[in-house]
């Protein structure tokens, strides 16, 4: 679905710019952009994969795993369907935090696990159970604390202040998940009786 909507859009916008006589303009971007892009990634990727190792470091440490017995207690609220010491548990912890420390690349593997294993618990195999999708909330609207790559972005392009986001980050992202929790909630109450 989501390759048919890149595809559409960027037929569309060829297309308008083909018509309106701006084709010069196509050519310019399409190779300026790939430059620019790489730029972007290469200033970015020493950020990033600094934050990948420290959490790949507390997770071999069994930091991760020590967050996630302090963290239990709110995700047997928020999952009660889980089973204590079930897998999926740690995989949804190290999600949060890496979330929480804006680095989506390192969410990423953890989410896709906790999902595989959250799978495992559904009863319905044909959709998505109660905690998926509780998961999948959470992960959309996840809390962040330090919003590394923005800030990592505000630098590369010579903020001021480029820490001066964090604050708003935290306001947005909290209200966002405590909304995002009250909506699953209440649709639970009404589909998963």
Sequence with gaps: MINKLWIGLIVTGSLCLILTGKADLLNTQILSSGKATLELVMQI???VSLWLGIMNIAKES???DKVSKLIYPLLHKIFPEIPKGH????????NIIANMFG???AATPFGLKAMKSLQSLNKNKEEAS??????LIINTCGLCIIPTTIISLRILYDSKDPSFIVIPCLIVSFISLVFGLIIDRLWSRRYYK
């Design 62 to 64: 069994g930091l991760l």
């Design 45 to 47: 990727f020493p950020l």
């Design 103 to 105: 680095l989506g690349n």
């Design 130 to 135: 109660r905690s998926m999708i509780t998961f």
């Design 87 to 94: 897998e999926s548990l740690g995989y949804i912890s190290s």
